[in-house]
């Protein structure tokens, strides 16, 4: 048996970060697995359609290197692959339940079915269908339809239990007196969610269906249809929720919950395909960094948690920094000119800024502020600082440093560090004491990029003059 994953979004907006996973994970399996992965875009539910999604939704999946075997643009014999092209198939699926008696119209005005929900809201009953139209013979029924609009339901079972085995969740059972009678097709020849996804994984022989817990109350319904068309169903893995810090559901109130949010703030592809693919399952052990082909070899679809994974942006935010310290020094270039932003750093000094930065990063939409250090003078250094300056051992080093520079013919960031070791030969000053009065001298902060790369963008010169700046009771003309 091949095994067939999809991944099945409706284009109604942004690409969640939890719709992410869900493909990812999907993605992973098959690949895995040796299967296919396919990509179908559920746009029958026409009032929710945003003009716009499905391509932002493509440009996602590319850019983060999930790629799908067939789907939009990927066109074969089981396509095609938006539900909306693919209408005379329900219809004619529907007409099957129809006559086996399995389904049923029902005429029920949205008045009607409005106030059968607001009395059952204040008899504080579970609200649902009444089934006022299930019981119609099939010809009243077919009379009624030549005259009346329909929506046509699923007779759903009214007594016992829906038992079912969930990959995640175990063994899991829901009554039947749980289950509305779900409509299937509404009044406007399109199917619902329920009908048009168990049809189409049928007819497309999906085998796994991985997706969203909040789909887990639905599958008796499916279940129900697959037994009704006398298929058999896929496998199911209900995966848990992605949550807030105080384990609410993550939602776009409390912070960033879209795939383009994070990659337009600087994210990695890679670095948010491996922390997504970590809420929820973990290979075990002490690392945390996995390319995509590891997560693959290592994905076990049977030790995803049933508990819901907190997205915890400081982790992401580590990882994001871990990856960006990885790249390799022209793709790291390469990638950090993109992001400069309004940041009037000296062009033919750019990459040794850029270098600079790098290893302070948590995200490439930091590189305009990183790079303020090397635009104008020094900040004011705050008390902290001050007070390190003022220590003899600081101004005993950088006059040290001052001395040493001024018999060199310019200044690299590799022969920054050979000074530095030359000031400690000289005074015994080392470690923090004397690599902190030096990077307070040249850039009034206490912490920031690489110092050895700011030494060489500031050059030789202007080094000598910020240390001089610093040293109590110098001037400019005692180095020369």
């Not at 749980?178 to 409509?183: H, K």
Request: charge should be negative; glycine fraction near 8%.
């Amino acid at each position: 048996m091949t095994v067939v994953t999809r991944f099945a979004p409706s284009p109604t907006g942004f690409v969640h970060v939890g719709s992410h996973r869900t493909a990812l994970y999907n993605y992973i399996f098959a690949r895995q697995q040796g299967g296919r992965f396919i990509l179908r875009i559920e746009d029958t539910d026409q009032n929710r359609y945003v003009e716009g999604a499905v391509e932002n939704l493509l440009s996602s999946l590319s850019r983060l290197g999930v790629s799908y075997d067939a789907g939009p643009g990927k066109e074969d014999a089981f396509g095609p692959y938006f539900q909306s092209e693919r209408l005379s198939l329900y219809r004619r699926e529907v007409e099957k339940l129809l006559a086996s008696g399995h389904a049923y119209r029902c005429f029920c005005s949205a008045e009607r079915l409005e106030a059968v929900r607001n009395e059952q809201l204040e008899q504080q009953v579970p609200t649902g269908y009444d089934g006022a139209c299930r019981g119609l013979t099939r010809e009243e029924s077919d009379r009624r339809a030549r005259d009346e609009a329909f929506v046509i339901r699923l007779k759903v079972p009214r007594e016992g239990m829906c038992a079912f085995h969930d990959i995640v969740r175990g063994d899991v059972e829901i009554a039947w007196s749980q289950i509305d009678d779900q409509v299937l097709m509404k009044s406007d020849g399109f199917p619902t969610y329920h009908l048009a996804n168990v049809v189409d994984d049928h007819y497309m022989e999906v085998t796994h269906i991985i997706r969203g817990e909040e789909w887990l109350p639905s599958v008796p319904k499916h279940l129900y249809l697959y037994e009704s068309f006398g298929w058999k169903a896929p496998h199911m893995a209900h995966l848990p929720l992605l949550l807030n810090p105080d384990r609410s559901k993550l939602s776009k109130r409390q912070g960033d919950v879209a795939v383009e949010d994070y990659l337009k703030k600087g994210y990695l592809p890679d670095a948010l395909n491996n922390f997504l693919a970590l809420m929820g399952w973990n290979p075990g052990g002490k690392n945390e960094i996995y390319t995509l082909d590891e997560l693959i070899a290592a994905f076990d679809i049977n030790k995803i948690t049933k508990s819901g994974a907190v997205f915890d942006v400081q982790k992401l935010n580590w990882m994001n920094g871990q990856y960006i310290k990885t790249l390799d020094t022209a793709e790291y270039l390469r990638e950090a000119r993109n992001w400069l932003g309004t940041a009037s750093v000296n062009e033919a000094r750019l990459d040794t800024a850029l270098l600079a930065v790098k290893t302070s990063l948590l995200t490439l939409n930091e590189i305009p502020e990183k790079l303020a250090v090397f635009i104008g003078d020094p900040a004011e250094p705050e008390p902290e600082a001050a007070e390190m300056l003022a220590l003899d051992s600081s101004q005993t080093a950088l006059e040290a440093y001052a001395e040493l520079l001024a018999d060199l013919p310019g200044l690299t960031a590799e022969g920054f560090k050979d000074v530095m070791s030359a000031v400690q030969t000289r005074t015994g000053i080392k470690g923090k004491m004397l690599w902190m009065p030096v990077r307070i001298a040249l850039t009034g902060m206490m912490h920031g990029p690489e110092l050895g790369y700011i030494a060489e963008y500031l050059g030789k010169e202007e080094n000598i003059r910020r240390v001089l700046d610093r040293i109590e009771g110098r001037q400019d003309n005692r180095i020369n």
